[in-house]
């Protein structure tokens, strides 16, 4: 059973940092790709960063693209979401996502399982 905790969501300031952790467990996690997504309230799921099995691409949304950085250590089965210049509009429930496919995407769809959230609040 794929299982995925997501750790290090907080409260920080306009312009800090957070990074962002989430450990898997239940199968080769080196095989396939991984994604983050958040989730504003009142808003749709949308697409953060996503990166290969090997590491070798990821893939950024233009609103984050500069500020963040998504990594990941197959020898530790975690994947890294280092958030910097942080923005009231950042603020949301980021959830980790682990696809069956070794490519990586920028749809929900693509991935098969999803971690349980990490609450990122950032204030002006």
């Known amino acids: 059973q794929v299982q995925l905790v997501e750790s290090g969501g907080g409260l920080v300031q306009a312009g800090g940092s957070l990074s962002l952790s989430c450990a898997a467990s239940?199968?080769?996690?080196?095989?396939?790709?991984m994604a983050w997504f958040r989730q504003a309230p009142g808003k749709e799921r949308e697409f953060v960063a996503a990166?290969?099995?090997?590491?070798?691409?990821?893939y950024y949304a233009d609103s984050v693209k500069g500020r963040f950085t998504i990594s990941r250590d197959n020898a530790r089965n975690t994947v890294y979401l280092q958030m910097n210049s942080l923005k009231p509009e950042d603020t949301a429930v980021y959830y980790c996502?682990?696809?069956?496919?070794?490519?990586?995407?920028?749809?929900?769809?693509?991935?098969?399982?999803w971690g349980q959230g990490t609450q990122v609040t950032v204030s002006s």
């Open positions: 239940g199968r080769t996690f080196s095989s396939y790709a």
């Open positions: 996502a682990q696809s069956s496919r070794r490519s990586a995407s920028k749809s929900g769809g693509w991935y098969d399982y």
């Open positions: 990166i290969t099995w090997s590491g070798f691409s990821s």
